[in-house]
Nanobody, 115 residues
Framework: QVQLVESGGGLVQPGGSLRLSCATSATIFSTNTMSWYRQGPGKGRELVAVVTPGGITNYGDSVKGRFTIARDNAKNTVNLQMNSLKPEDTAVYYC?????????WGQGIQVTVSS
């Protein structure tokens, strides 16, 4: 069973910042492509950001230039730094680990952007 432990969500004002973290085992961290997805109210799940084991990153169009995904190799953790947050970023954010056709999800963490 793959464990993905998410942390760092909460309530923030528009224009503010939050950092999400996803911790997992060393084996999963070093061999899996790690991603963050989100699902807003009444919306489908969408890709936010992805980082490969080699450090190649990609982002959803709506977050490019505002969000940064990065691996912390010392802690087996993937961080998502979210800046210039907008109300439309409000969603449950999910960590995902994938290797080939096998993928696992975290439990999800709420991010609310509101004044």
């Amino acid at each position: 069973q793959v464990q993905l432990v998410e942390s760092g969500g909460g309530l923030v004002q528009p224009g503010g910042s939050l950092r999400l973290s996803c911790a997992t085992s060393a084996t999963i961290f070093s061999t899996n492509t790690m991603s963050w997805y989100r699902q807003g109210p009444g919306k489908g799940r969408e890709l936010v950001a992805v980082v490969t084991p080699g450090g190649i990153t990609n982002y959803g169009d709506s977050v490019k230039g505002r969000f940064t995904i990065a691996r912390d190799n010392a802690k087996n953790t993937v961080n998502l730094q979210m800046n210039s947050l907008k109300p439309e970023d409000t969603a449950v954010y999910y960590c995902n680990a994938r290797k080939g056709s096998f993928g696992s999800w975290g439990q999800g963490i709420q991010v609310t952007v509101s004044s």
